[in-house]
């Protein structure tokens, strides 16, 4: 469980997270978008306690993070792949995590095989890796400590489309077998195909969140008859607005039981009757932060 209480970041006159609140909870996954700016990786880095907020908390497990006695076994965090030592191999750095988080040395090759980086790139420098090999050490090192929580900040960058595949699974599995995901991403395509659970910013506020399919879902019906001139005569006697909709349909702005009555109160025969078209979360995602992108430079 990830907890987000009315969290808060200012840097002088600037406010770059303002009162976010959110919850994640186990066996879902959550995306977490918005536009550059917005204030997505400000807010992460206050959910694990290297940023500290000017206002308001958040919880992994039920406790900040500062105060989990062991954070790795709790919550896997891959917020920066370039952030890893250059220096050492990939097998090098993972079973230095896991002496840290006290977890068996047979888990490094485990995760390795997980991630599907095998025993040539396991041996090679990290700085000789590509962004996309370094997705795959992150995430092999926030999977080591076997956490009921992830927490993920762009984690597909780098990968190609079979890797952004697998990294799809991989989340998914991971919920469905209990865990908790918070995800940030620019690939919103990727994001509404594993998201429960959207949680959208713009300009440091949240402007929507909610269940993925309750947010993009059409409203009101999409409605056609035989006669269509009758049928919007029934709809306004009714009192009920409707616009026209493509194919000669209108969509009407009430439940299909309404509708219904409606027509068969005037005795207009219905050709089709149907939830109102789904917005897709690239249509969402533009018409909710329209305008909300901060100046280059402004803080995430």
């Not at 409203?219 to 049928?231: E, T």
């Not at 027509?263 to 995602?285: C, I, S």
């Amino acid at each position: 469980m990830i907890e987000v209480a009315h969290l808060t970041k200012r840097y002088g006159a600037q406010t770059a997270v303002d009162d976010v609140s959110f919850r994640c909870t186990p066996g879902t996954v959550t995306g977490f978008l918005g536009p550059n700016g917005a204030g997505k990786s400000t807010t992460m880095r206050m959910i694990c306690g290297l940023t500290p907020p000017t206002g308001g908390h958040a919880t992994v497990a039920g406790r900040p993070y500062r105060q989990l006695p062991n954070p790795g076994r709790e919550v896997g965090i891959l917020l920066d792949a370039s952030a890893q030592h250059p220096g050492r191999t990939g097998r090098e750095t993972l079973a230095l995590a896991a002496q840290l988080l006290r977890v068996p040395s047979s888990r490094v090759g485990e995760l390795l095989t997980c991630v599907d980086l095998p025993s040539s790139a396991a041996r090679k420098r990290v700085g000789d890796y590509s962004l996309g090999m370094r997705q795959r050490l992150g995430l092999a090192q926030a999977l080591l400590g076997e956490p009921r929580a992830l927490i993920l900040d762009e984690p597909a960058n780098g990968l190609d489309p079979e890797g952004i595949f697998w990294m799809r699974g991989l989340l998914r599995d991971f919920a469905d077998r209990g865990g908790t995901v918070l995800l940030s991403s620019h690939l919103l395509r990727e994001v509404e195909a594993v998201a429960d659970r959207l949680v959208m910013i713009g300009n440091g506020r949240v402007v929507a969140q909610g269940a993925k399919d309750e947010l993009l879902s059409g409203a009101g019906m999409r409605v056609r008859a035989l006669d269509p001139a009758a049928l919007r005569a029934a709809l306004a006697t009714a009192g009920l607005s409707a616009s026209p909709a493509d194919g000669g349909a209108l969509l009407v702005d009430a439940e299909a039981e309404a509708v219904g009555r409606a027509a068969a109160t005037a005795g207009v025969v219905l050709l089709e009757l149907q939830p109102g078209r789904a917005r897709g979360l690239e249509e969402m995602f533009l018409s909710l932060t329209n305008g909300t992108t901060a100046p280059e430079g402004t803080a995430r």
